[in-house]
C-alpha cells in the first residue's frame, strides 16, 4: 500500500533555499507578511554567499546563512552539516527557491516530505535547466509552473500545484521565463499556505487538497 502523508496543520517554521535574485523567496515571505501563510520565515539560506536574495533577505531583517561548497570535501559532508543546521532550529518546511545545488539523497530522506521545489515547466515535461528555452525549442503551445514536493530523483517528486501560460510564436527565453515567473509567485505560496493549513495529503505519487 502507498505511503501517507499529511502535511501539519500548525505556525510553521520555513526555511528558503535560494543561489540567486530570491523573487519566489520574496512572494512567500510577503504572503508571510500579510499574514497569508500561517508561518515564520525563520531562515534563508544560501550557496552563494553573494547572491542578490541574501541581501534582501539581510534588509527584510531574516536570518541568513550560507555555506560555501568549496570549504567541504564533497556534497555528502556539505548537506550533513545543512542537515544539522536545520535541525537545530527546528525548521518544518524547506522551500526551494531557485537553489542551485542539487542535494543529496541524505539530505532528501532526512527531510521526506518537507522539501518543496518551483520548476518552471509543467513537470514532468521539461525537467533540468534552461527549460523555458527547451519548451520553445520543442514547440509546445503550453508551459508554465509546477510546486512539487522534492525527492532525491531530480525534479520528480509527487506534484502538489501547477499553473499553465501559452507559449506564443515571438517567444524568447526572457518573455516566456517572465510570463512563467508571474504564476510561480502566486502558486508558491499557495503550496506552502496550504501544506501549514494541514491540507496537503501524500498518496503515492497524488498529492490531495483536502
Ligand atoms: C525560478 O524560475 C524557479 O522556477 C527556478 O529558478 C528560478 C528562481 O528564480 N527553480 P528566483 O531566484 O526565485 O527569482
Known sequence: MNEVFISPKKKGK????I???GSNFMAIHDAVAAGKIN????LVFSNKKNAPGLEIAGQRELNTFNLKPKDFSSNEEYDQVLVDEIKKRNIDLI???GYMKILTPGFCEAFKYKILNIHPALLPSFPGLHVQQKAIDWGVRFSGATVHFVTADVDMGPIV?????????DDTDETLSD???KEEHKIYPEAVRLYFEGRLEVRGRRVFIR
Not at 508561518?39 to 525563520?42: M, N, R, V, Y
Open 19 to 21: 543561489s540567486g535574485r
Open 95 to 97: 522551500c526551494l527557491a
Open 39 to 42: 508561518a515564520e520565515i525563520a
Open 179 to 181: 510570463r512563467i515567473l
Open 161 to 169: 500545484l501547477q499553473a499553465v501560460v501559452p507559449v506564443l510564436q
Open 14 to 17: 520555513i526555511a528558503v533555499f
